[in-house]
């Protein structure tokens, strides 16, 4: 259950995100952001605000972990929207996160899915892919790369 304890404290991300989904687009939008995470429940959960000072905007992440289920459940919401979108579930297994959920995209139901990987005491990767099809394939279209603040 503290799957997520190395994410505790204040980090500095690099962002990496797509800025046309579904379009085959190859051109990337590169910004910085800054985060603290706080843990809750013992190690049961987590909630971050990100900090994207160059686009004006923040994001909130709240991670709880489902203690019947032995899995994790990941919500986000935005300053821009104010909704908390569903949820992506999961686990980590050797050191990486992986963890799904439906969602939509310009009113279309996508699939979800976000990747934990290269956790160190200093760094950690996310990544967030989307998929159009129901899983078949894939398109990442969002990468944050975390060095400890």
């Not at 503290?2 to 500095?12: C, E, I, R, T």
């Not at 687009?25 to 843990?39: E, K, M």
């Not at 905007?57 to 909704?83: C, H, I, K, P, Q």
């Not at 099809?133 to 975390?146: A, C, I, K, P, Q």
Request: with cysteine; hydrophobic share 35%.
């Amino acid at each position: 259950m503290n799957d997520f304890d190395f994410l505790v404290g204040s980090w500095s991300v690099v962002n990496h995100r797509l800025t046309t989904l579904f379009a085959g687009s190859d051109d990337w939008q590169t910004f910085p952001g800054t985060t603290t995470c706080r843990s809750i429940f013992n190690g049961g959960g987590n909630t971050d605000e990100i900090l994207f000072p160059t686009l004006g905007t923040r994001g909130f992440t709240l991670r709880l972990y489902d203690v019947e289920r032995a899995e994790w459940s990941l919500y986000w919401a935005n300053d821009r929207s104010g909704v908390l979108f569903p949820p992506v579930t999961g686990t980590f297994a050797d050191g990486r996160g992986d963890f799904y959920g439906d969602d939509t995209h310009e009113g279309k139901p996508i699939r979800a899915h976000f990747v934990w990987s290269g956790i160190t005491p200093r760094s950690a990767r996310w990544e967030q892919e989307f998929s159009a099809d129901g899983g078949l394939t894939w398109e990442s279209n969002w990468v944050m790369e975390f060095s400890r603040a």
